[in-house]
């Protein structure tokens, strides 16, 4: 069975500063990995995808994220929080093109001044 | 071009009441996946339409909801006599079912509410 973990429910940052929202997974096969992000009142976005290429995956928005196949994760970073980044953030698991998507239960991104 | 599009945007029945709701995908788009979303949680899969295939129906949550979809254009949800638990925003995405491509791309949803 495949599943996805978000380790916080919350992250709170200053502007400025890195942000790690961190997901670990589980799945019997080789799974193909997503970020969406959803902010307030508007539909879910793309933000990045891990299809099996190179395991450093580079999105918009400048977050990247790093796919660790021996530690089942697939953690979103980027190096400076701005305040338009605060917003709701699933880590997605697909095992197969055109199944559903398996979405973690989020991580809301609080960013301070 | 234009996104994926639902209505309405909100909805406020009351229990007991069947409602349906609307989804276009992206013109060309050959699959078309229900979600739900309740508050604080993540989505959860519904169904799934691929092309001419018998829908995916695996994720609905009992026989109340339904689902059809006109070939490879609109669909319609359907939640016959609604329970105060259906209250949740129900996403609607398409994807172009085209070899490794996952994407889903997801409309705005409706926010349901059942009083």
């Known amino acids: 069975a495949q599943s996805v973990t978000q380790l916080d429910s919350h992250v709170s940052v200053s502007e400025g500063t890195p942000v790690l929202l961190r997901c670990n997974y589980s799945s019997s096969y080789s799974p193909s990995l997503f970020w969406y992000v959803q902010h307030p009142n508007k539909g879910l976005q793309l933000l990045l995808k891990y299809t099996s290429a190179a395991t450093l995956v580079k999105g918009i928005n400048g977050f990247e994220a790093e796919f660790k196949k021996s530690e089942t994760s697939f953690h979103l970073t980027k190096p400076s929080a701005h305040m338009s980044d605060a917003a709701e953030y699933f880590c997605?698991?697909?095992?197969?093109?055109?199944?559903?998507?398996?979405f973690g239960k989020g991580t809301t991104l609080s960013v301070s001044s | 071009g234009a996104g994926v599009s639902q209505s309405p945007s909100n909805k406020v029945t009351e229990k007991g009441k069947d409602v349906e709701l609307r989804c276009d995908p992206i013109s060309g788009h050959t699959a078309l996946y229900w979600y739900r979303q309740r508050l604080g949680q993540g989505l959860e899969f519904l169904i799934y339409f691929q092309g001419n295939s018998a829908p995916d129906k695996s994720g609905l949550p009992s026989d109340r909801f339904s689902a059809e979809r006109t070939g490879e254009s609109v669909s319609t949800l359907t939640i016959q006599r609604t329970q105060q638990e259906d209250s949740a925003v129900y996403l609607c995405?398409?994807?172009?079912?085209?070899?490794?491509?996952?994407?889903?791309?997801f409309g705005p949803g409706t926010r349901l509410t059942v009083t």
């Open positions: 997605v698991v697909s095992v197969q093109a055109g199944t559903a998507l398996i």
């Open positions: 995405a398409s994807s172009l079912y085209s070899g490794d491509s996952y994407e889903q791309y």
